[in-house]
């Protein structure tokens, strides 16, 4: 199992970012997907999350501003940030996510710096 999250960067408050997540090692498609947030000196934090139906659910902190989706054909999860604010900023990473839980596998993650 391995996920390669990119896509993220330094960005203004109020900015956009798009991130990308490639997943391999196992059947994606059938899988809930997730996205999950690290900021430094805190706990990781889910963020939303994506279904096999595609159903989403989204973290209140980021709801409106956030979209996440999933492209089954390249075994990929995005999450669209609009509207970025600082407490956005952390390390970011994908996984799966069943029973509200994480898999075992992480990436490396994409950092994510919202700051003027």
């Known amino acids: 199992v391995q996920f390669v999250e990119s896509g993220g960067g330094l960005v203004q408050p109020g900015g956009s970012l798009r991130l990308s997540c490639a997943a391999s090692?196992?059947?994606?498609?059938?899988?809930?997907m997730a996205w999950y947030r690290q900021a430094p000196g805190k706990q990781r934090e889910l963020v939303a999350t994506?279904?096999?139906?595609?159903?989403?659910m989204y973290a209140d902190s980021v709801k409106g501003r956030f979209t996440i989706s999933r492209e089954n054909a390249k075994n990929t999860v995005y999450l669209q940030m609009n509207s970025l604010k600082p407490e956005d900023t952390a390390v970011y990473y994908c996984n799966t996510n069943v029973g509200g839980r994480p898999g075992d596998y992480w990436g490396q993650g994409t950092q994510v710096t919202v700051s003027s």
């Open positions: 090692g196992f059947i994606f498609s059938i899988y809930s």
């Open positions: 994506i279904a096999s139906s595609r159903s989403t």
